[in-house]
Protein backbone atom coordinates (compact mmCIF):
# COMPACT_ATOMS: atom_id res chain seq x y z
CA UNK A 1 0.00 0.00 0.00
CA UNK A 2 2.94 2.44 0.72
CA UNK A 3 4.78 2.13 -2.95
CA UNK A 4 3.99 5.41 -4.98
CA UNK A 5 4.17 5.92 -8.59
CA UNK A 6 5.17 8.81 -10.36
CA UNK A 7 2.13 10.37 -12.21
CA UNK A 8 3.05 8.96 -16.33
CA UNK A 9 2.36 11.73 -19.13
CA UNK A 10 0.43 10.51 -22.03
CA UNK A 11 -0.21 11.92 -25.39
CA UNK A 12 -2.43 9.10 -27.42
CA UNK A 13 -1.13 9.33 -31.28
CA UNK A 14 -3.71 8.32 -34.20
CA UNK A 15 -1.39 5.51 -35.26
CA UNK A 16 -1.58 4.49 -31.09
CA UNK A 17 -5.39 3.98 -31.52
CA UNK A 18 -5.65 2.39 -34.56
CA UNK A 19 -2.54 -0.21 -33.25
CA UNK A 20 -5.23 -0.64 -30.28
CA UNK A 21 -8.38 -1.51 -31.83
CA UNK A 22 -6.58 -3.40 -34.92
CA UNK A 23 -5.17 -5.57 -31.65
CA UNK A 24 -8.90 -6.08 -30.46
CA UNK A 25 -9.58 -7.16 -33.84
CA UNK A 26 -11.87 -4.52 -34.87
CA UNK A 27 -12.03 -3.92 -39.08
CA UNK A 28 -12.46 -7.68 -39.83
CA UNK A 29 -15.26 -6.38 -42.15
CA UNK A 30 -13.79 -3.79 -44.20
CA UNK A 31 -16.54 -2.33 -45.24
CA UNK A 32 -18.40 -1.93 -41.97
CA UNK A 33 -18.39 2.01 -41.55
CA UNK A 34 -18.52 1.68 -37.79
CA UNK A 35 -15.18 -0.43 -37.64
CA UNK A 36 -13.62 2.01 -39.95
CA UNK A 37 -14.57 4.38 -37.51
CA UNK A 38 -11.56 3.13 -35.14
CA UNK A 39 -8.84 2.10 -37.55
CA UNK A 40 -9.16 5.05 -40.18
CA UNK A 41 -7.14 8.62 -39.39
CA UNK A 42 -9.81 9.61 -41.07
CA UNK A 43 -12.34 11.08 -38.86
CA UNK A 44 -10.51 8.74 -36.04
CA UNK A 45 -12.43 7.50 -33.10
CA UNK A 46 -10.56 6.21 -30.18
CA UNK A 47 -12.04 2.87 -28.99
CA UNK A 48 -13.37 3.68 -25.73
CA UNK A 49 -11.76 0.70 -23.54
CA UNK A 50 -8.18 1.71 -24.41
CA UNK A 51 -7.89 3.91 -21.02
CA UNK A 52 -6.52 0.28 -19.76
CA UNK A 53 -3.44 0.35 -21.93
CA UNK A 54 -2.81 4.18 -21.32
CA UNK A 55 -0.39 5.58 -18.40
CA UNK A 56 0.91 1.96 -16.90
CA UNK A 57 3.01 2.48 -13.89
CA UNK A 58 5.08 -0.41 -15.82
CA UNK A 59 6.58 -3.66 -14.18
CA UNK A 60 6.12 -2.65 -10.11
CA UNK A 61 5.58 -6.29 -9.14
CA UNK A 62 9.47 -7.21 -8.17
CA UNK A 63 9.89 -3.47 -6.47
CA UNK A 64 6.62 -5.11 -4.34
CA UNK A 65 8.40 -7.87 -3.62
CA UNK A 66 5.64 -9.83 -4.89
CA UNK A 67 6.29 -13.30 -7.31
CA UNK A 68 5.56 -12.04 -10.66
CA UNK A 69 5.66 -15.57 -12.33
CA UNK A 70 2.41 -16.57 -10.66
CA UNK A 71 0.55 -13.34 -10.98
CA UNK A 72 -2.46 -13.25 -13.13
CA UNK A 73 -4.82 -10.40 -13.84
CA UNK A 74 -8.13 -11.39 -12.27
CA UNK A 75 -10.39 -8.36 -12.79
CA UNK A 76 -10.86 -4.93 -14.49
CA UNK A 77 -13.12 -1.94 -14.70
CA UNK A 78 -13.45 1.10 -16.66
CA UNK A 79 -16.01 4.09 -16.33
CA UNK A 80 -15.44 6.72 -19.48
CA UNK A 81 -16.23 10.12 -18.43
CA UNK A 82 -15.16 11.59 -21.64
CA UNK A 83 -14.48 11.79 -25.61
CA UNK A 84 -10.94 10.23 -24.85
CA UNK A 85 -8.61 13.31 -27.06
CA UNK A 86 -5.88 12.12 -29.83
CA UNK A 87 -2.86 13.80 -29.94
CA UNK A 88 -3.67 16.20 -26.56
CA UNK A 89 -1.54 15.78 -23.86
CA UNK A 90 -3.30 13.96 -20.72
CA UNK A 91 -1.75 13.00 -17.15
CA UNK A 92 -2.35 9.41 -15.32
CA UNK A 93 -2.17 8.92 -11.95
CA UNK A 94 -1.75 5.57 -10.20
CA UNK A 95 -1.91 4.09 -6.76
CA UNK A 96 -2.82 1.06 -4.81
CA UNK A 97 -6.25 0.75 -3.14
CA UNK A 98 -6.65 -2.66 -1.92
CA UNK A 99 -4.94 -5.70 -0.54
CA UNK A 100 -6.73 -8.77 0.26
CA UNK A 101 -4.88 -11.45 2.00
CA UNK A 102 -6.64 -15.13 0.35
CA UNK A 103 -4.23 -16.95 2.82
CA UNK A 104 -1.07 -18.85 1.38
CA UNK A 105 -2.71 -21.44 -0.20
CA UNK A 106 -5.09 -18.43 -2.49
CA UNK A 107 -2.68 -15.89 -3.09
CA UNK A 108 -3.29 -11.58 -2.44
CA UNK A 109 -5.15 -9.40 -4.30
CA UNK A 110 -4.26 -6.16 -4.98
CA UNK A 111 -6.17 -3.18 -6.61
CA UNK A 112 -4.65 -0.31 -8.61
CA UNK A 113 -6.55 2.65 -10.02
CA UNK A 114 -5.74 4.35 -12.66
CA UNK A 115 -7.48 7.72 -13.34
CA UNK A 116 -6.54 9.44 -16.97
CA UNK A 117 -6.73 13.46 -16.71
CA UNK A 118 -6.58 16.31 -19.75
CA UNK A 119 -3.84 18.76 -19.01
CA UNK A 120 -6.19 20.95 -17.18
CA UNK A 121 -7.14 18.22 -14.74
CA UNK A 122 -10.68 16.77 -16.77
CA UNK A 123 -11.03 13.65 -15.98
CA UNK A 124 -11.03 10.98 -18.85
CA UNK A 125 -11.28 7.98 -17.65
CA UNK A 126 -11.07 5.68 -14.40
CA UNK A 127 -9.77 2.23 -14.17
CA UNK A 128 -9.41 -0.39 -11.86
CA UNK A 129 -7.04 -3.30 -12.45
CA UNK A 130 -7.12 -6.79 -9.85
CA UNK A 131 -4.24 -8.70 -9.99
CA UNK A 132 -4.34 -11.80 -8.12
CA UNK A 133 -0.87 -12.83 -6.93
CA UNK A 134 -0.84 -16.53 -6.09
CA UNK A 135 2.44 -16.70 -4.52
CA UNK A 136 1.97 -14.21 -1.89
CA UNK A 137 -1.18 -15.03 0.45
CA UNK A 138 -0.56 -15.93 3.86
CA UNK A 139 0.79 -12.41 5.61
CA UNK A 140 -2.40 -11.76 7.85
CA UNK A 141 -3.73 -9.06 6.09
CA UNK A 142 -7.53 -8.25 5.63
CA UNK A 143 -9.36 -10.99 3.92
CA UNK A 144 -12.76 -9.70 3.00
CA UNK A 145 -13.46 -8.39 -0.27
CA UNK A 146 -16.58 -6.25 -0.58
CA UNK A 147 -19.14 -8.51 -1.87
CA UNK A 148 -20.18 -8.92 -5.43
CA UNK A 149 -24.11 -9.17 -5.75
CA UNK A 150 -23.32 -10.34 -9.55
CA UNK A 151 -26.38 -12.56 -10.49
CA UNK A 152 -26.99 -14.12 -13.77
CA UNK A 153 -30.74 -13.73 -14.55
CA UNK A 154 -32.93 -16.65 -14.91
CA UNK A 155 -34.15 -15.78 -18.63
CA UNK A 156 -32.97 -16.61 -22.20
CA UNK A 157 -29.99 -13.26 -22.88
CA UNK A 158 -31.22 -10.42 -25.20
CA UNK A 159 -28.46 -10.66 -27.24
CA UNK A 160 -25.61 -13.47 -28.06
CA UNK A 161 -22.87 -12.24 -29.95
CA UNK A 162 -19.97 -14.28 -31.13
CA UNK A 163 -16.53 -12.90 -32.02
CA UNK A 164 -13.52 -14.76 -33.40
CA UNK A 165 -10.03 -14.22 -32.35
CA UNK A 166 -7.34 -14.50 -34.72
CA UNK A 167 -4.52 -16.66 -34.13
CA UNK A 168 -2.57 -13.92 -34.57
CA UNK A 169 -3.85 -11.40 -32.14
CA UNK A 170 -1.57 -11.35 -29.02
CA UNK A 171 1.17 -10.68 -31.49
CA UNK A 172 -0.28 -8.16 -32.47
CA UNK A 173 -2.09 -6.89 -28.90
CA UNK A 174 1.28 -7.01 -27.04
CA UNK A 175 2.54 -3.83 -29.80
CA UNK A 176 0.11 -1.77 -27.19
CA UNK A 177 3.04 -2.06 -24.25
CA UNK A 178 2.06 -5.45 -22.41
CA UNK A 179 5.43 -7.58 -24.15
CA UNK A 180 4.98 -10.09 -21.42
CA UNK A 181 6.88 -13.51 -22.78
CA UNK A 182 3.85 -15.28 -21.76
CA UNK A 183 1.64 -14.01 -24.61
CA UNK A 184 4.24 -15.07 -27.86
CA UNK A 185 6.60 -18.00 -26.32
CA UNK A 186 5.50 -20.90 -26.10
CA UNK A 187 7.94 -22.38 -23.72
CA UNK A 188 7.84 -19.18 -20.85
CA UNK A 189 3.89 -20.29 -21.08
CA UNK A 190 4.75 -23.91 -20.43
CA UNK A 191 6.56 -22.86 -17.87
CA UNK A 192 3.88 -21.49 -15.59
CA UNK A 193 0.98 -24.16 -16.40
CA UNK A 194 -0.39 -23.26 -19.73
CA UNK A 195 -0.44 -25.54 -23.30
CA UNK A 196 0.56 -22.44 -25.33
CA UNK A 197 0.62 -18.05 -25.13
CA UNK A 198 -2.62 -16.75 -23.83
CA UNK A 199 -4.47 -14.11 -24.84
CA UNK A 200 -4.02 -11.06 -22.87
CA UNK A 201 -6.94 -10.53 -20.83
CA UNK A 202 -7.15 -6.48 -21.95
CA UNK A 203 -7.54 -8.05 -25.21
CA UNK A 204 -10.47 -10.40 -23.90
CA UNK A 205 -12.01 -7.14 -21.64
CA UNK A 206 -11.76 -4.74 -25.24
CA UNK A 207 -13.41 -7.67 -27.08
CA UNK A 208 -16.07 -7.39 -24.69
CA UNK A 209 -16.29 -4.22 -25.06
CA UNK A 210 -17.13 -4.89 -28.72
CA UNK A 211 -19.73 -7.24 -27.69
CA UNK A 212 -21.77 -4.88 -25.42
CA UNK A 213 -21.46 -2.03 -28.75
CA UNK A 214 -22.53 -5.02 -30.80
CA UNK A 215 -25.47 -5.82 -28.28
CA UNK A 216 -26.37 -1.80 -28.14
CA UNK A 217 -25.89 -0.49 -31.22
CA UNK A 218 -25.22 3.26 -31.69
CA UNK A 219 -24.63 3.40 -27.87
CA UNK A 220 -21.78 4.61 -26.49
CA UNK A 221 -19.72 2.88 -23.92
CA UNK A 222 -19.58 4.32 -20.71
CA UNK A 223 -18.69 1.82 -17.84
CA UNK A 224 -17.45 -1.88 -18.11
CA UNK A 225 -16.46 -4.13 -15.63
CA UNK A 226 -15.38 -8.27 -15.37
CA UNK A 227 -13.73 -11.31 -13.41
CA UNK A 228 -11.47 -13.03 -15.70
CA UNK A 229 -12.55 -16.34 -15.17
CA UNK A 230 -9.81 -18.26 -17.00
CA UNK A 231 -7.78 -17.14 -20.32
CA UNK A 232 -8.29 -16.94 -23.66
CA UNK A 233 -6.24 -18.68 -26.55
CA UNK A 234 -5.53 -16.85 -29.86
CA UNK A 235 -7.70 -18.17 -32.28
CA UNK A 236 -10.63 -19.17 -30.10
CA UNK A 237 -14.18 -18.13 -30.43
CA UNK A 238 -15.73 -15.81 -27.88
CA UNK A 239 -19.80 -16.55 -27.21
CA UNK A 240 -21.04 -13.52 -25.28
CA UNK A 241 -24.59 -13.50 -23.45
CA UNK A 242 -26.04 -9.95 -22.59
CA UNK A 243 -28.66 -9.15 -20.65
CA UNK A 244 -30.96 -5.80 -20.48
CA UNK A 245 -31.82 -4.99 -17.51
CA UNK A 246 -32.63 -1.18 -18.13
CA UNK A 247 -30.06 1.03 -16.22
CA UNK A 248 -27.42 -1.86 -16.64
CA UNK A 249 -25.81 -4.84 -19.27
CA UNK A 250 -24.88 -7.65 -17.33
CA UNK A 251 -22.93 -10.65 -19.61
CA UNK A 252 -20.32 -13.16 -18.97
CA UNK A 253 -18.64 -14.84 -22.02
CA UNK A 254 -17.29 -18.56 -22.97
CA UNK A 255 -15.72 -20.11 -25.56
CA UNK A 256 -18.36 -23.09 -27.08
CA UNK A 257 -15.20 -25.14 -28.11
CA UNK A 258 -14.42 -25.53 -24.40
CA UNK A 259 -17.49 -25.26 -22.59
CA UNK A 260 -15.84 -22.81 -20.55
CA UNK A 261 -17.04 -19.46 -19.65
CA UNK A 262 -13.94 -17.18 -19.74
CA UNK A 263 -15.40 -13.70 -18.48
CA UNK A 264 -17.83 -13.85 -15.32
CA UNK A 265 -19.58 -11.43 -13.72
CA UNK A 266 -19.84 -8.89 -16.32
CA UNK A 267 -21.54 -5.41 -16.28
CA UNK A 268 -21.66 -2.67 -18.66
CA UNK A 269 -23.28 0.50 -19.17
CA UNK A 270 -23.60 2.17 -22.65
CA UNK A 271 -26.10 5.20 -23.60
Known sequence: MGIGFDPKPVRLSPRDAILYALGLGIGDDPLDSRALAYVYEKDLSVFPTMPVVLGSPGMWFDRAGLDFRKLVHAGQTLEVVRRIPVDAPMTATNRITAVYDKGADKGVIIEVERRLATEDGALVATTVSQYLCRGDGGFGGTQQQPRNDWQKPDRAPDAR??????????????????????????????????????????????????????AKPGAALKALSVRMAKPVYPGETLRFEVWDMGADLLFEASVPSRDAVVLAAGRARAE
Not at 170 to 179: E, F, V
Not at 191 to 203: A, E, M, N, T, Y
Not at 208 to 213: Q, Y
Request: net charge neutral; glycine share 10%; hydrophobic share 45%.
Open 161 to 214: IEIATLPQQALIYRLNGDMNPLHIDPERARSVGFDRPILHGLCTFGIAGRAILA
